[in-house]
Every structure is written in structure tokens, then in C-alpha cells.
């Protein structure tokens, strides 16, 4: 069972910028599907942005052009750098590690965006 760590969620502003980490266990991480989503109270877990072996991204709508997801294999670790943050934004930052069909998610991490 792949094991992750996320860190870099707090409070910010409207307009600001934080980046979310995310470490993961195991010696084949270049092999995982990674992937980011969050959980608004009240509201359903969404994806936010996803990242294969390969390097290929996805994003949601909501975050293109604002949210940028990477992955350092050297470091087993995946980011979230997230700029002009909204108030909408305010969620639950969950990491998904996708590893021969088996999900693995992190604890979450807070993000709140005050307006």
C-alpha cells in the first residue's frame, strides 16, 4: 500500500499563491498516476488535477490557467502550485497515488481563502 504525505495547505488571501506537496512511498513512484482533488463542506470530492508517468496533465475547468500540477520522480513527490486563489477554492486537498489499479489517498490538507 503506497503511503502519502501532503503538506503546504493554510490561509491566504484572494489573489494569492500556495503550493501543495505531496510524498509518496515506494520505489516505483515514476510508475503512479497521480492526481490532486478536494472536498468543499457539504460537497462532493472533485478532481482537480492529475498527472501520469508519462507527464501528461489534466485539470479541472474551474482551475486551468490558474493551477499547475508536477511531479519530481528524484523526490517520489507531486505538487500543486495554485495561483490567483478564489474563495472558492476553500476545500480539503486530497492526493490520489493510482498504482496497478489501486488507489492510495493522503490525509488531506486545508486550504482556506479568505476574501
Known amino acids: 500500500q503506497v503511503q502519502l504525505v501532503e503538506s503546504g495547505g493554510g490561509l491566504v488571501q484572494a489573489g494569492g499563491s500556495l503550493r501543495l506537496s505531496c510524498a509518496a512511498s515506494?520505489?516505483?513512484?515514476?510508475?503512479?498516476?497521480m492526481g490532486w482533488y478536494r472536498q468543499a463542506p457539504g460537497k462532493q470530492r472533485d478532481l482537480v488535477a492529475t498527472?501520469?508517468?508519462?507527464?501528461?496533465?489534466n485539470y479541472a475547468d474551474s482551475v486551468k490557467g490558474r493551477f499547475t500540477i508536477s511531479r519530481d520522480n528524484a523526490k517520489n513527490t507531486v505538487y500543486l502550485q495554485m495561483n490567483n486563489l478564489k474563495p472558492e477554492d476553500t476545500a480539503v486537498y486530497y492526493c490520489?497515488?493510482?498504482?496497478?489499479?489501486?488507489?492510495?489517498w493522503g490525509q488531506g490538507t486545508q486550504v482556506t481563502v479568505s476574501s
Open positions: 498527472i501520469n508517468s508519462g507527464g501528461s496533465t
Open positions: 490520489l497515488a493510482r498504482a496497478w489499479g489501486i488507489d492510495a
Open positions: 515506494g520505489r516505483t513512484f515514476s510508475r503512479y498516476f
